[in-house]
């Protein structure tokens, strides 16, 4: 059975820090990228960032470039999201999924959600003001 599950979510004030872990299982893990996507109340799904195992290329949204890092322990098949210097409109709930990596893929495919084929249940991240 896929699993995607998260964990790391809460509250934290504005300029604050968050480290979001996504540990997957059920398929293999080296073949996939792991993206993390985010949807605050009444917005679409917005792809945050996505690591990629084939190439280890990482890719960000402009809103969270310099602010967020993420990194992968193949070990553990576990992605973590480092998110720093948070502002109140990076409220939303955050989802981790699973989407096939391979050559000759780019940014606009990790970052978009139309691909990805598994998905974990989110966790909420809140940052006041």
């Known amino acids: 059975e896929v699993q995607l599950v998260e964990s790391g979510g809460g509250l934290v004030q504005a300029g604050g820090s968050l480290r979001l872990s996504c540990a997957a299982s059920g398929f293999t893990f080296d073949d996939y990228a792991i993206g993390w996507f985010r949807q605050a109340p009444g917005k679409g799904r917005e792809g945050v960032s996505c690591?990629?195992?084939?190439?280890?290329?990482?890719y960000y949204a402009d809103s969270v470039k310099g602010r967020f890092t993420i990194s992968s322990d193949n070990a553990k098949n576990t992605v973590y999201l480092q998110m720093n210097s948070l502002r109140p409109e990076d409220t939303a709930v955050y989802y981790c999924?699973?989407?096939?990596?391979?050559?000759?893929?780019?940014?606009?495919?990790?970052?978009?959600?139309?691909?990805?084929?598994?998905w974990g249940q989110g966790t909420q991240v809140t940052v006041s003001s």
């Open positions: 690591i990629s195992s084939s190439d280890i290329s990482t």
């Open positions: 999924a699973a989407v096939p990596s391979g050559p000759g893929h780019g940014r606009s495919y990790y970052l978009s959600s139309l691909w990805y084929d598994y």
